[in-house]
């Protein structure tokens, strides 16, 4: 599975963004679908995860309310909307896949199978 992450940007404190996963590979193979950030220096961060069916996501407590994961599988495209943004959600933001547990998506970086390359999302005060 390749992703392709896009979307990014600079946005001033309070305003949105919506970040976009594409996703391209095997004609059939289903998947849960992981938002992380990174900032230099730091740990990649969990964001936000979806399911395959779209039935489960899970947020970070420190999005919780303000993002939001959804998925068109007929589009193979996962969105992360990000709204009332705060200079603190500024790093990169990576999206990954997970084919061994696609209906119960982790929290954790290492479990995830593939992974695109990152995004800019910069948030000024």
């Known amino acids: 599975v390749q992703l392709q992450a896009s979307g990014g940007g600079l946005v001033q404190a309070g305003g949105s963004l919506r970040l976009s996963c594409a996703t391209s590979?095997?004609?059939?193979?289903?998947?849960?679908v992981g938002w992380f950030r990174q900032v230099p220096g730091t740990e990649r961060e969990f964001v936000a995860a979806?399911?395959?069916?779209?039935?489960?996501?899970y947020y970070a407590e420190s999005v919780k309310g303000r993002f939001t994961i959804s998925r068109d599988n007929a589009k193979n495209t996962v969105y992360l909307q990000m709204n009332s943004l705060k200079p603190e959600d500024t790093a990169v933001y990576y999206c990954?896949?997970?084919?061994?547990?696609?209906?119960?998506?982790?929290?954790?970086?290492?479990?995830?199978?593939?992974w695109g390359q990152g995004t800019q999302v910069t948030v000024s005060s």
């Open positions: 590979g095997r004609r059939y193979s289903p998947y849960a």
């Open positions: 990954a896949a997970d084919e061994d547990y696609f209906e119960t998506p982790s929290r954790v970086p290492r479990e995830y199978n593939y």
């Open positions: 979806i399911s395959w069916s779209g039935g489960r996501t």
